[in-house]
């Protein structure tokens, strides 16, 4: 009994004191390094002057796509870095590269560590077309060619055929599929001097592709690309550009939709001046970029010998039809076409994976949320997981740039802090968490190989010393075994 | 029992700690002020009072107003103009950016919370701004179309928008007043239309 009562006399005092005392720290995991949980890891060291925050991804990288999407021409999308960077090596901040939620540590583990747990881990997989010739060799998504010329550690063993074949297919009109098709058609000469990944590089200098489609189901008027990267693409040096002008006949509706939308907008004016500058030049070898629109991939032709290889692709040829103010989707009209080549890139959409534990929209490809607090289903009458959020392409989908996670962010950081005003969620003094050192007892018990940040910054000096003697701005450790060798060694300064 | 005395005792303690250094330091700062410090302070008002007056008493005086500044002398004064960022919650700071500075910068320098996340390369659009008044904005060189291009992307973007890293402070823009955006205002869940990547 006495004890009892000295131990709600304690629980009282620390509730009373917790405004004016040092109070336990809110323990705060982020799953996953990119734009969005450093971001939200900025915003909740901020936020709460004891916060702890720690940060894990399964890579011994971090950054996310800003290393492994951002394209190696696009430098100045990757000096986010240095910000991230700050945050990452804030006193209160650690990051815990190699570290995997779901096999490293499960969800439910983090949850009973950590007060608060986000997972920013964005989207792993592919959305599929579900048409048939889907698995013909050639027929690859844009994701893993992207990881592949990026040098990310998985995306090392795609080796993609760039010899056999002179005409590439890319379906999808958004950035990623534009960058895609830069980097096949870009000089090599320029792309030597980036962080391009030396296989890859090596593979597109012995390429023989030298036509490729970009194929969009909709019109110009509703192609997903941005300006700046659509004006790149049609400046490539020595870069025909083939565009229908039929293409560019505006409807009512399509009127309609560019009238109260700038960037669609600016993307029409850049593609109708586009279709109508003659090519610049006519001759062999003479490298080009078709714009094709109104088309949907209906299904993937196996070539004639029969070894199982891609040899074209059949469209439907399609019309727009309205669904709603502002909004037309692509209906077939049963007349077809076809296009030959020798490998087709899919650039339809990123797909989040779920975890163990983690309630998840199939049909959206998210989890389900409220502002970014995690739901336990799709239904009207979820409930909250408390202390679970979720931030960046896991909670919105796969869109945006990197600045649209400062938003999100914002969003998930400001529900943590309300659900902590609310009692929603436990508050730090009401119920103390073993937090960053329980997940590094746990760590250590499994074996699991902790990447810091320090050891990072190792394989950062690495990278840029490797590359320097190339003439870049540094060299991509693309493998797992590399990756983790650079973290163990010194930075012994070798000529 | 102890426990909880040597408990209340150590906070007792701390609290007495951090009100004295509090004290201590105020008072420092209090009694500190060199009267000295106030003076070219005073002058630098003046001469931006001045010049605000003849902008708006004679037009044909803003040709003439740049090198009637430096002729006024204190060439050291005439170097900064004075800009107010408002941000999203409605409050204001004033501060002095040199001329020649970016706003981005001038910011940065002033603990202004305006993000810089490609530190000024033209490639995102974190450092937006919008210029409260129009006739501000029409004193600024029309963006180009690598700025538009970044200003498609921005959020809340709204017609006196402009890039922090383009803006460069030069002796017209004195007094020109920036709004960071409401970041969240157009951030719904439902019917959010996804920016294209």
Redesign the interface.
């Known amino acids: 009994m006495f004890n009892m009562r ?1 131990f709600r ?2 629980k009282l ?1 620390c509730r009373s ?1 917790s405004n ?2 040092h109070s336990e720290p809110l323990r705060v995991c982020v799953v996953g390094s990119g734009p969005a949980g450093c971001y939200t890891a900025e915003k909740m060291l901020k936020a709460r002057e004891q916060a702890q925050v720690d940060i894990i991804d399964r890579l011994p990288t971090p950054f996310g796509l800003v290393r492994s999407g951002v394209a190696p021409d ?1 430098p ?2 990757k ?2 870095v ?2 991230f960077s700050r945050v990452a090596q804030h006193e209160r901040c650690s990051f815990f590269g190699n570290v995997t939620l779901g096999s490293s540590v499960s969800l439910s583990e983090l949850r009973r560590l950590y007060h608060v747990v986000v997972l920013a881990y964005g989207a792993e997989s592919d959305r599929n077309l579900g048409i048939p010739g889907e698995n013909l060799k050639g027929v690859l998504s844009a994701r893993e060619f992207v990881w592949w010329y990026n040098g990310h550690p998985d995306g090392q063993n795609l080796d993609p055929d760039l010899k056999s074949t002179d005409t590439a297919v890319i379906l999808g009109q ?3 599929a534009l960058d895609v098709a830069r980097i096949l058609l870009r000089p090599t000469s320029e792309l030597a001097t980036t962080d391009i990944a030396s296989h890859a590089l090596a593979t597109l200098e012995e390429s023989s592709i030298r036509v490729v489609y970009l194929v969009g189901r909709r019109g110009p008027a509703q192609a ?5 990267e659509l ?1 790149e693409v049609l400046g490539i040096k020595n870069l025909d550009i083939s565009i229908q002008e039929s293409d560019l006949i505006l409807t009512p509706a399509d009127e309609e939709e560019l009238k109260s939308n ?2 669609h907008r ?1 993307i029409f004016e850049l593609l109708s001046k586009a279709a109508t500058s003659r090519p610049r030049h006519a001759g062999l070898n003479q490298r080009r970029l078709h714009f094709v629109f109104f088309r949907k991939p209906d299904s993937f032709q196996e070539s004639k010998d029969n070894t199982g290889h891609v040899s074209g692709v059949r469209f439907e040829k399609t019309v727009l039809e309205s669904v709603g103010p502002g909004k037309q989707i692509a209906v077939g009209t049963g007349e077809f076409e076809d296009i030959k080549c020798g490998i087709v890139l899919k650039s339809i959409g990123y797909k989040s994976v779920p975890v163990d534990g983690l309630p998840f929209d199939h049909k959206k490809g998210i989890v389900p ?3 970014g607090r995690v739901l336990s289903d799709t239904s009207d009458t979820a409930a909250l997981e408390e202390g679970l959020y979720v931030c960046g392409w896991l909670k ?9 996670n ?3 962010a ?2 998930t950081v ?1 529900s943590i802090l309300e659900d902590l005003e609310n009692g929603v969620l436990i508050s730090s003094t009401a119920a103390l968490k073993p937090g960053r050192n329980g997940l590094l007892k746990l760590m250590h018990d499994r074996n699991v190989r902790i990447v810091s940040f320090n050891d990072w910054e190792k394989i950062d000096s690495e990278e840029r010393r490797l590359g320097s003697s190339r003439n870049k701005p540094r060299e991509k450790l693309a493998t797992w075994n590399e990756l983790l060798t650079a973290t163990a060694e010194g930075t012994e300064y070798s000529t | 029992m102890l426990n909880l005395n040597s408990r209340l005792a150590r906070v007792a303690i701390s609290i007495a700690k951090h009100l004295s250094t509090r004290d201590y330091t105020s008072m420092c700062r209090a009694g500190y002020t060199p009267t000295a410090h106030l003076q070219p302070l005073f002058q630098q008002n003046s001469l931006t009072n001045l010049y605000k007056g003849s902008m708006f008493k004679k037009h044909n005086f803003l040709s003439t107003t740049t090198s009637n500044n430096t002729a006024e002398g204190g060439s050291e004064q005439n170097e900064t103009i004075s800009v107010t960022f408002v941000d999203k919650d409605g409050e204001e700071k004033l501060i002095k950016v040199p001329i020649g500075m970016s706003m981005l910068e001038a910011a940065h320098q002033n603990d202004i919370e305006l993000e810089g996340a490609c530190e000024g390369s033209l490639a995102c659009s974190t450092c937006h701004v919008i210029v409260m008044d129009v006739e501000y904005y029409n004193k600024l060189e029309d963006p180009t179309d690598e700025e538009n291009d970044m200003l498609d992307l921005a959020f809340g973007l709204c017609e006196t928008s402009r890039l922090g890293c383009q803006v460069i402070a030069t002796p017209e823009l004195d007094g020109v007043r920036l709004a960071l955006p409401a970041a969240t205002r157009n951030f719904a869940v439902d019917g959010y239309v996804p920016k294209p990547h």
């Open positions: 000295i006399a304690r005092l004191f004016t005392l696009h100045e999308t000096i986010v240095n910000q958004g950035n990623v997903a690309c941005t300006a700046k004006r700038r960037i600016r949320n409220d502002e919105r989908g796969p869109t945006g740039i990197v600045a649209t400062l938003y999100c914002e969003e400001s």
